[in-house]
Every structure is written in structure tokens, then in C-alpha cells.
Nanobody, 119 residues
Framework: QVQLVESGGGLGQVGGSLRLSCTAS????????LGWFRQAPGKERELVAAITWSGVVRNYADSVKGRFTISRDYAKNTVYLQMDSLKPDDTAVYSCAARPDGRSGYAYWGQGTQVTVSS
């Protein structure tokens, strides 16, 4: 019943932009925080950015600061990741995840969307 669905991935150009969306549905509890993660081949999964449903941004990874922006839309139950000034190193599978109120970790995950940035 709980579902997180990502969209917006695909092929990006160096210096270009993409916007990822993640829509949450089926929750019977309050979501404390949503985060965007990415994992490139041969690398650890990393937290890119996280935002509370009150709109407080917790962090950006150092590698994306100044280029990526996380935001949310209450009405659509959607969190976005605006990616600007894309670099080849941004190539990864991007996943959104939700942390419910009262939980210390992210309990629900989307299937992920591939982002490939051409060099």
C-alpha cells in the first residue's frame, strides 16, 4: 500500500539540468522526512539531500552543493530534486526514501531511476 514512485530520470548533458520527482502515497502515518539517495557503480549509496515536510532542508552532499536543490509540494505529496550543472560523476541510480515519524531510519524506498550524464 505504501508507495514511492520516482520519475524524471534519463539522459542528461554535461552542464544541463534534470528534475526528479518522487510522489508518496498510501501512508497512514506522518512522514517526518524524505531523502534523495544515489548510488553509482562501485560506490557506496550516499544521501544527496533530505527535507522535512515542514520544508527544512537537512543537508546536501558536498559534491552537489550549489548545483542541486531539494523541495517539496504538500498538495501533491511530492518531493523534487532539481539538478543543475550536471557532471558525469552525477551518473547514478537515484532513489527517494521516507522516514516516518517515530523512526530513526528510512523505512520505505522507491524503485529508483537511472540518471546518466554524458561526457
Amino acid at each position: 500500500q505504501v508507495q514511492l514512485v520516482e520519475s524524471g530520470g534519463g539522459l542528461g548533458q554535461v552542464g544541463g539540468s534534470l528534475r526528479l520527482s518522487c510522489t508518496a502515497s498510501g501512508f497512514t502515518f506522518s512522514i517526518s522526512e524524505l531523502g534523495w539517495f544515489r548510488q553509482a557503480p562501485g560506490k557506496e549509496r550516499e544521501l544527496v539531500a533530505a527535507i522535512t515536510w515542514s520544508g527544512v532542508v537537512r543537508n546536501y552532499a558536498d559534491s552537489v552543493k550549489g548545483r542541486f536543490t531539494i523541495s517539496r509540494d504538500y498538495a501533491k505529496n511530492t518531493v523534487y530534486l532539481q539538478m543543475d550543472s550536471l557532471k558525469p560523476d552525477d551518473t547514478a541510480v537515484y532513489s527517494c526514501a521516507a522516514r516516518p515519524d517515530g523512526r530513526s531510519g528510512y523505512a520505505y524506498w522507491g524503485q529508483g531511476t537511472q540518471v546518466t550524464v554524458s561526457s
